[in-house]
């Protein structure tokens, strides 16, 4: 049984610091990359940064691009998305999704995903 659970959202002032966790269970990060994506109400779900922790490439959507850090506990089978200087425009509910590509794949297919935490950044 493979299961993915997102933590650490929550409220978060603009230009504070927010850190979110994908605890992976039930695969192995030898054959699958991680993903982060958000949502807002009535938007499409946009792919935010992906880690591809067997070599450690990675993956940053230009809006987050020098902002967002992603890295991988394998021990752990964890990975975290560090949001700094968060904007109001980062808020979103944040999803942790699981594929068999690499990060440097020019499409992706999630194949599992994680149920999605809340992240509200205020002034």
């Known amino acids: 049984e493979v299961q993915l659970v997102e933590s650490g959202g929550g409220l978060v002032q603009a230009g504070g610091s927010l850190r979110l966790s994908c605890a992976a269970s039930?695969?192995?990060?030898?054959?699958?990359?991680i993903g982060w994506f958000r949502q807002v109400p009535g938007k499409e779900r946009e792919g935010v940064s992906c880690i591809s922790s067997s070599d450690g490439n990675t993956w940053y959507s230009d809006s987050v691009k020098g902002r967002f850090t992603i890295s991988s506990d394998n021990g752990k089978n964890t990975v975290s998305l560090q949001m700094n200087n968060p904007k109001l425009e980062d808020t979103a509910v944040y999803y942790c999704?699981?594929?068999?590509?690499?990060?440097?794949?020019?499409?992706?297919?999630?194949?599992?995903w994680g149920q999605g935490t809340q992240v509200t950044v205020s002034k």
């Open positions: 039930g695969l192995s990060f030898e054959y699958y990359s």
């Open positions: 999704a699981a594929f068999p590509e690499s990060c440097g794949s020019p499409t992706i297919t999630p194949e599992y």
